[in-house]
C-alpha cells in the first residue's frame, strides 16, 4: 500500500475498524487529523463538541447502545486533560472507547512544551492500556491493538497520544493481519467441571436468586438469561447497571438491589441459599455492608474479568467467561423446579413493603413525572440519566422491556453524563426516541452541549427534574448532618429561556395536570427539548441502605397517612 | 529464607515486556490498589525483550488480589506467585563499616562466618558483601551493629523455582475452538 501520513492512517484504520461517528474538538496538535476528516466524510461523520469532557461522554453513550467501540479525539494538554473525567466513567462501567489524542511533537515532549501534558501516564489507572506513539509506521498496529484490547474481554477504554510531527510524518501503511498481545488474553469458555457444579448447585437451592449485572448486556445475553430465570424459575434482580438486561415487567423481574434499591430484594438477597451472580462485581452500593451479605448465601459467579473474582465476595463456584457463553453452557444442564415457599416468602415482601408507591400530594412529585414518562412512551425508549435522586427513581418508577435501554454512570456516578451521553445515544440510534432524565444539577454541569445537539438536530427530549437542590447530597444533609444544607441549595436559570437561547424548544409543567401534556409535546416535536418539571423540593428517595449498614437494615419507603396509589407496570 | 516466613510474605515473579512505562503501570497498580511492596528486582530475562521482576508484597496485602491485578495489564505476559513453592530466593547487600587497626580483623572474621566478602578497605572503612536469604542479611546487618555502620544499600530478592521447571512455561496458546453461535460482544463490524 501507498505511503501515508499518520493522520490519514489513524483515518484509514478507523475505516478499517468500522467507526462511522467521532466526537471531538480540534487544537493545534491533532490538526493533521480534522485536516483529513472531510476525504472520509460521510463515511465517518465527526460531531464537534464544545467541551471535550462531553466528547468523551457521547462516545461512551454510542458504545452503550450500538455494541461497536466509541471514538472521541481531542487535542493535546488541556484538550487530552478534559477527557480524563469520561474516561474514568468509561472505565468503571467497562465502556470500550478508544481516545485519540494529539501531542506536542516529539522533540518537544517532556520539555514542558505548550499545552504539553502527559496524558498516556495520566491515563494508566483508568484505561485497559495507553499508547503514546512516537514512529507513524506504528500506527496501524497500534490502532488496531486499541480496538481489540478496547472491545474484547471486559471492554474499557484505550487511548492513542500521537505527536503532531508523527501525525505529519510519512509511512508505509501496513495493516496486521491479526493482534497479537503476549499479555492478553480475556477467558471466553468457562470450565466445564465448574458448570456442572454450578448446576448443581442450581438444583439444590431452596431459595436462590440471580443477580445480573452490565455484563449480561455486554454479552448480550438476554435470550440466555430469560432462559435460565424460566427454566429454572429463579427470580431476577437487576444491578443499576443490569437494569434492561432483563425484561421489565417480567413476572420473575424483582427490579434493582442494593441503596436504593427494593425492599424486598435486600432482604431476599440476605435470606437466599444461592445467587447466581452474572456480569456483575459486588460494588458496595449492592452488598451494603460487606461483612454481613447474604450469609446463607452460596455464590455462583459469571464474571469474565479473573480481578473480580474473589474480589469482594469469594464464590463457591466460579464461571470464568463472557457471560453468554456461560449462560448458555449452564443452561443446558437445568431443569424447572417449583419454589412455592420461596416465591410465597418473595411476595409476602412485597405485600407488606411497598417500596415504590406514589402519594397523593399537593406538590408535583418527581416520581408522579417519572412514572408519566413511563406512561406515555410504554417504555418504549432510550433512557439516558444523570446522577442523583432522578437516576434512582428512573431505576424505580421506569420498567425497561426493551434490552439496552436504560444508558446511565454507574461505577463513577458522573453528573452531567446525561447530556452528552444522550447525544452518543441520539446518534447511534438516529430513528429512536431519546429520553434524558436530567437533575438540575448535572443539567448545569455540561449544558453547553444544547448547542452541539442544536446544531446536529439530535431530537433528544430531555426531562429536567428540577427541585432546586442538589438533591441526593441535601437527602444526605437531612438523613446524616442535622438537615444542615449547606452549598446545596440551587439559584438555577429559567431553563425554558435557556433551552430557547439555543434554538431549542423550552416547556415547563409546575403542576400534576400539565405533566402529561408537556410530556405529550416534546414527544410530537420534531426536534430536541427540554422540559423542566418543578417538582416538590424535599422529597426523599427511599427504599435506602444508610451507608455502611447490613442490607438487613434498608430503610423502607416510610409510611405516610395520605392515599396510596399502587405502582404497577 | 525460611517456610513459615515464606507463609507470611508472598514472593511474585513476573515476565514483562522490555518496554518504556511498564514499571510506571505496575507502580500503579500498587499504588491505587494500596498494595505494599516490600521489594522489587527486575532485569533481562532469557527471552529477547521480555523482562523477568521478583517483587515482594507484605503480609498485609491480598497477595490473590496482587497477581490477578498486576495481571492484566497488556505488557505482563505472565505472572506467578511462587511462595508456596520450592524456591531459591536471594538477596543482596553492601554495608560500610568503620573499621580501623584496631577492630577490623574482627569484622573480617563475621565476614567468614557468614561466607561474605571484603569488597573494599580504606584506612578507616571496609565494604563487606553478602548474598543470601533475607534472614541471613538480616542477622548479619545486626551483628555489624556491634561496629559502627556508616553506610547500608540492599537489592530486592530475586527468586526461582528448583528443579527445572521455568517460573513462566511459554504456553502455546491455542485459540478455542469457536462456540457455535456466539459472537465475542463488540466485534467490530
Not at chain 1, 23 to 49: C, E, M, S, T
Not at chain 1, 254 to 274: C, K, R, T, V
Not at chain 1, 431 to 451: N, P, R
Request: glycine letters at 8%; a negative charge; charged letters at 25%.
Amino acid at each position: 500500500m501507498a505511503e501515508m501520513t499518520g493522520a490519514q492512517m489513524v483515518m484509514e484504520a478507523l475505516v478499517r475498524e468500522g467507526t462511522e461517528h467521532i466526537f471531538g474538538l480540534p487544537g493545534g496538535a491533532n490538526l493533521p487529523l480534522y485536516d483529513q476528516l472531510p476525504q472520509f466524510h460521510p463515511k465517518i461523520r465527526h460531531y464537534l463538541v464544545k467541551h471535550e469532557q462531553c466528547a468523551a461522554h457521547a462516545a461512551d453513550g454510542y458504545a452503550r447502545v450500538s455494541e461497536k467501540v466509541g471514538v472521541c479525539f481531542a487535542t493535546s494538554g488541556p484538550g487530552a486533560t478534559n477527557l480524563v473525567t469520561g474516561i474514568a466513567n468509561a472505565w468503571m462501567d467497562s465502556v470500550p472507547m478508544v481516545c485519540v489524542t494529539g501531542q506536542v511533537i516529539s522533540s518537544l515532549i517532556g520539555r514542558d512544551g505548550f499545552q504539553e501534558a502527559d496524558i498516556t501516564g495520566i491515563t494508566i489507572p483508568i484505561t485497559k492500556h495507553s499508547y503514546l506513539v512516537l514512529d507513524a509506521a506504528e500506527i496501524p498496529k497500534v490502532m488496531r491493538e486499541a480496538f481489540h484490547v478496547a472491545s474484547t474481554g471486559r471492554p474499557g477504554p484505550v487511548l492513542v497520544d500521537i505527536p503532531r510531527d508523527i501525525l505529519q510524518a510519512k509511512a508505509e501503511f501496513v495493516w496486521p493481519e491479526s493482534v497479537e498481545l503476549k499479555g492478553y488474553r480475556p477467558p471466553l469458555y468457562p470450565d466445564p467441571e465448574e458448570v456442572g457444579k454450578a448446576a448443581e448447585l442450581i438444583a439444590e437451592a431452596k431459595r436462590p436468586v440471580i443477580l445480573a449485572g452490565h455484563g449480561v448486556i455486554i454479552a448480550q445475553a438476554y435470550q440466555e438469561l430469560r432462559e435460565l430465570a424460566e427454566g429454572a424459575n429463579i427470580p431476577v434482580i437487576t444491578t443499576l447497571l443490569g437494569i434492561s438486561s432483563f425484561p421489565g415487567t417480567h413476572p420473575l423481574n424483582l427490579g434493582m438491589p442494593g441503596m436504593h434499591g427494593m425492599y424486598w430484594n435486600n432482604i431476599a438477597i440476605q435470606e437466599s441459599d444461592l445467587i447466581i451472580a452474572a456480569g456483575m462485581r459486588f460494588d458496595d452500593r449492592i452488598t451494603g455492608r460487606l461483612k454481613d451479605f447474604a450469609p446463607n448465601a452460596k455464590i455462583i459467579h459469571i464474571e469474565i474479568d479473573p480481578a473480580e473474582v474473589g474480589k469482594n465476595v469469594r464464590p463457591t463456584v466460579t464461571l470464568q467467561g463472557d457471560a453468554r457463553v456461560c449462560l448458555r453452557e449452564l443452561n443446558k444442564r437445568i431443569e424447572l423446579i417449583e419454589r412455592p415457599d420461596w416465591f410465597e416468602r418473595i411476595e409476602g415482601l412485597r405485600r407488606d413493603h411497598p417500596s415504590i408507591t406514589i402519594r397523593e400530594t399537593p406538590e408535583l412529585l418527581p416520581q408522579y413525572v417519572i412514572h408519566k414518562l413511563y406512561e406515555a412512551t410504554g417504555g418504549d425508549c432510550y433512557m439516558v440519566t444523570g446522577v442523583g435522586q432522578h437516576q434512582m427513581w428512573a431505576a424505580q418508577y421506569f420498567w425497561y422491556d426493551k434490552p439496552n435501554s436504560f444508558v446511565t454512570s454507574g461505577g463513577l456516578g458522573t453528573m452531567g453524563f446525561e447530556i452528552p451521553a444522550a447525544m452518543g445515544v441520539q446518534a447511534a440510534k438516529p430513528g429512536e426516541l431519546v429520553w434524558s432524565i436530567c437533575g438540575d444539577g448535572g443539567f448545569q454541569m455540561t449544558l453547553q452541549e444544547l448547542a452541539t445537539i442544536s446544531e446536529y438536530g439530535w431530537p433528544i427530549k430531555f426531562a429536567i427534574i428540577n427541585n432546586s437542590t442538589l438533591g441526593m447530597v441535601r437527602q444526605w444533609q437531612t438523613l446524616f448532618y442535622r438537615d444542615n444544607r449547606v452549598a446545596t441549595p440551587l439559584r438555577n436559570p429559567d431553563f425554558v429561556k435557556l433551552a430557547e437561547a439555543f434554538g431549542i424548544l423550552g416547556l415547563r409543567a409546575t403542576r400534576k395536570e400539565e405533566v402529561e401534556p408537556v410530556i405529550r409535546r416534546a414527544m410530537n416535536h420534531d426536534g430536541p427539548v427540554v422540559c423542566e418539571f418543578l417538582v416538590k423540593e424535599d422529597e426523599d428517595c427511599f427504599p435506602m441502605v444508610p451507608a455502611g449498614a447490613s442490607l438487613e437494615d434498608t430503610i423502607d419507603l416510610p409510611v405516610y397517612e395520605d392515599e396510596r396509589v399502587e405502582m404497577t407496570a | 529464607m525460611t517456610r513459615r516466613n515464606n507463609l507470611q510474605k508472598h514472593t511474585i515473579i513476573a515476565l514483562v515486556e522490555d518496554r518504556p512505562g511498564v514499571l510506571n503501570r505496575i507502580a500503579s497498580k500498587w499504588r491505587q490498589r494500596g498494595f505494599n511492596i516490600e521489594s522489587l528486582a527486575v532485569g533481562h530475562s532469557e527471552v529477547r525483550g521480555l523482562s523477568r521482576m521478583t517483587f515482594v508484597v507484605d503480609a498485609s496485602t491480598d497477595a490473590e488480589q496482587v497477581v490477578k491485578q498486576v495481571d492484566k495489564l497488556i505488557e505482563v505476559v505472565s505472572i506467578r506467585d511462587v511462595s508456596a513453592e520450592s524456591m531459591i530466593s536471594r538477596e543482596m547487600a553492601m554495608i560500610k563499616v568503620r573499621a580501623d587497626k584496631s577492630n577490623r580483623s574482627q569484622i573480617i572474621e563475621l565476614v567468614d562466618i557468614f561466607g561474605a566478602e571484603i569488597v573494599d578497605v580504606a584506612p578507616d572503612s571496609v565494604i563487606a558483601e553478602i548474598t543470601g536469604e533475607e534472614e541471613k542479611i538480616e542477622s548479619f546487618i545486626a551483628l555489624l551493629g556491634d561496629f559502627e555502620v556508616i553506610e547500608l544499600v540492599r537489592t530486592g530478592r530475586v527468586a526461582m523455582l528448583r528443579g527445572s521447571e521455568v517460573s513462566h512455561p511459554q504456553e502455546e496458546h491455542e485459540e478455542p475452538e469457536r462456540y457455535q453461535g456466539v459472537e465475542p460482544p463488540y466485534s467490530a463490524k
